[in-house]
């Protein structure tokens, strides 16, 4: 039992605190810590509510400013913890791998590191900051894995199972499609600030063996996706196009975000209007405002929409490449349920699948499965355990391809 951290107390690491209280018996004492430490408290209360704690277990909060690696160095040391799963906001990634490193304890995160001053960071993203960090995890001997939520995260596995099936790869198409609804007239899924950060700058997917960039909402396909069917997603830019064109780059690698007209037509409207800016203005009574800061205030908080969110979301790697110098095909997906993530854990499906993989992971590297010693992303890791592991805590992948659509299991 190697004791659990949790850094955020936001829609994913609500999960996080769900599923990890679901394996306690073998995860030992769970401890979270975020900024507002109500915000913790909350989670854990709601793991009480549902009973979730598998075995009788410590389950603590506690106040953290993640920025500061002292302060997370000395909370590991105090709780004992030997797992952080760090869920807080992309600003606090670099502090908490660093005191991860100097406590030699393990690390994971869900997404890349943010410079708060920046508008957005361009490619090469684990470049720009946590694989500065790889001959630091080395020498300490600690195990880093990046990106572990969904997308990136799983994903990144997807692509892997392909790689064992193919001789070579050519093509990677991530799409990621939320065919639900909130009920709601308008409204992010995360953080209006972070969600449209994402998609305010230049889009960069990997093609003929370098980057590319186009506009945001220029380049539109319909993906024909199981479950959900025909739907319109959009090339984004997304942390894994970098890791998985660094493994395969020979292949292009894109991301697609599905976005229905209403989302584009506001966003489109939002942005033109300046209302997306970071920049201060002046109203005329003489009140500084940061417009973006304004639409977060007025638009509903992401949190408050899981009860009524219904329907389910697709993600899925389709992989072309070649075996035996026959061209193959393949779609390797998980359709998640909003209503059903809501019951077990009490949030939407986009944070559920966000934050079981960590816990997946947390358990591999308990089990030394996947206690490698090194910083990895997702793909450097045997995908098997994984996939096997998620097939059994509520994230089950299929596989479609010539042979027809049926669970993998490897
Ligand atoms: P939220 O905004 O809901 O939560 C972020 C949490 O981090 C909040 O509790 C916030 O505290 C806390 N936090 C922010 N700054 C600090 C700090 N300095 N010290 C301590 N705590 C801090 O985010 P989500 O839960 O939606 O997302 C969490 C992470 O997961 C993000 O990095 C996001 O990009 C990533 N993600 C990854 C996905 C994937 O599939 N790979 C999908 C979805 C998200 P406070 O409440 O006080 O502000």
Same mark, same amino acid.
């Given at each position: 039992?190697r004791n659990v951290l949790i850094i955020g107390a936001g829609g994913v690491a609500?999960?996080?605190?769900?599923?990890?209280?679901?394996?306690? /018996?073998?995860?030992?004492?769970?401890?979270?810590?975020?900024?507002?430490?109500?915000?913790?408290?909350?989670?854990?209360? &709601?793991?009480?509510?549902?009973?979730?704690?598998?075995?009788?277990?410590?389950?603590?909060?506690?106040?953290?400013?993640?920025? /500061?690696?002292?302060?997370?160095?000395?909370?590991?040391?105090?709780?004992?913890?030997?797992?952080?799963?760090?869920?807080?906001?992309?600003?606090?990634?670099?502090?908490?791998?660093?005191?991860?490193?100097?406590?030699?304890?393990?690390?994971?995160?869900?997404?890349?590191?943010?410079?708060?001053?920046?508008?957005?960071?361009?490619?090469?993203?684990?470049?720009?900051?946590?694989?500065?960090?790889?001959?630091?995890?080395?020498?300490?001997?600690?195990?880093?894995?990046?990106?572990?939520?969904? /997308?990136?995260?799983?994903?990144?596995?997807?692509?892997?199972?392909?790689?064992?099936?193919?001789?070579?790869?050519?093509?990677?198409?991530?799409?990621?499609?939320?065919?639900? &609804?909130?009920?709601?007239?308008?409204?992010?899924?995360?953080?209006?600030?972070?969600?449209?950060?994402?998609?305010?700058?230049?889009?960069?997917?990997?093609?003929?063996?370098?980057?590319?960039?186009?506009?945001?909402?220029?380049?539109?396909?319909?993906?024909?996706?199981?479950?959900?069917?025909?739907?319109?997603?959009y090339l984004t830019g997304h942390d894994e196009v970098h890791s998985l064109s660094?493994?395969?780059?020979?292949?292009?690698?894109?991301?697609?975000?599905?976005?229905?007209?209403?989302?584009?037509?506001?966003?489109?409207?939002?942005?033109?209007?300046?209302?997306?800016?970071?920049?201060?203005?002046?109203?005329?009574?003489?009140?500084?405002?940061?417009?973006?800061?304004?639409?977060?205030?007025?638009?509903?908080?992401?949190?408050?929409?899981?009860?009524?969110?219904?329907?389910?979301?697709?993600?899925?790697?389709?992989?072309?490449?070649?075996?035996?110098?026959?061209?193959?095909?393949?779609?390797?997906?998980?359709?998640?349920?909003?209503?059903?993530?809501?019951?077990?854990?009490?949030?939407?499906?986009?944070?559920?699948?966000?934050?079981?993989?960590?816990?997946?992971?947390?358990?591999?590297?308990?089990?030394?499965?996947?206690?490698?010693?090194?910083?990895?992303?997702?793909?450097?890791?045997?995908?098997?355990?994984?996939?096997?592991?998620?097939?059994?805590?509520?994230?089950?992948?299929?596989?479609?391809?010539?042979?027809?659509?049926?669970?993998?299991?490897?």
């Open positions: 039992k609500q999960v996080v605190a769900h599923k990890a209280a679901q394996h306690n /018996d073998r995860l030992g004492d769970l401890h979270i810590a975020s900024r507002t430490v109500a915000k913790a408290e909350a989670i854990i209360a &709601s793991v009480h509510e549902k009973s979730a704690m598998k075995v009788p277990g410590v389950f603590a909060a506690h106040a953290l400013d993640a920025t /500061d690696s002292a302060a997370v160095v000395a909370l590991i040391e105090q709780t004992g913890c030997q797992i952080v799963i760090n869920v807080g906001s992309p600003f606090v990634n670099m502090p908490v791998l660093d005191a991860c490193i100097q406590a030699g304890v393990a690390y994971m995160d869900t997404a890349i590191h943010e410079d708060p001053a920046k508008i957005c960071e361009t490619p090469p993203w684990y470049g720009n900051y946590e694989w500065k960090r790889r001959e630091a995890c080395k020498a300490a001997g600690v195990t880093a894995i990046l990106g572990v939520g969904f /997308d990136p995260g799983v994903v990144n596995a997807y692509a892997r199972v392909a790689e064992g099936m193919m001789d070579k790869i050519e093509s990677i198409d991530i799409v990621d499609i939320n065919a639900g &609804s909130h009920g709601k007239w308008f409204s992010t899924n995360f953080d209006p600030e972070i969600n449209f950060r994402e998609f305010t700058g230049t889009v960069y997917s990997w093609q003929n063996g370098a980057w590319q960039t186009n506009k945001m909402f220029e380049v539109g396909k319909t993906w024909d996706m199981p479950v959900v069917g025909e739907q319109k997603a660094a493994r395969y780059p020979q292949a292009d690698v894109r991301f697609w975000m599905g976005f229905g007209d209403h989302y584009i037509n506001v966003f489109t409207v939002l942005k033109n209007l300046g209302l997306l800016s970071e920049q201060p203005v002046k109203t005329a009574e003489g009140l500084e405002v940061v417009p973006l800061k304004v639409v977060k205030a007025v638009l509903p908080d992401p949190a408050s929409l899981a009860p009524n969110y219904t329907g389910k979301t697709c993600i899925g790697d389709f992989v072309k490449g070649t075996k035996d110098g026959q061209p193959v095909e393949v779609l390797i997906y998980n359709v998640a349920d909003h209503k059903d993530a809501y019951n077990e854990v009490g949030s939407q499906g986009i944070s559920y699948t966000a934050g079981v993989p960590p816990v997946a992971a947390a358990l591999l590297i308990a089990d030394g499965v996947w206690d490698v010693g090194a910083m990895a992303n997702v793909e450097d890791l045997d995908p098997a355990p994984f996939i096997n592991l998620l097939n059994t805590i509520g994230l089950p992948t299929r596989i479609k391809d010539a042979a027809g659509d049926r669970l993998l299991e490897l």
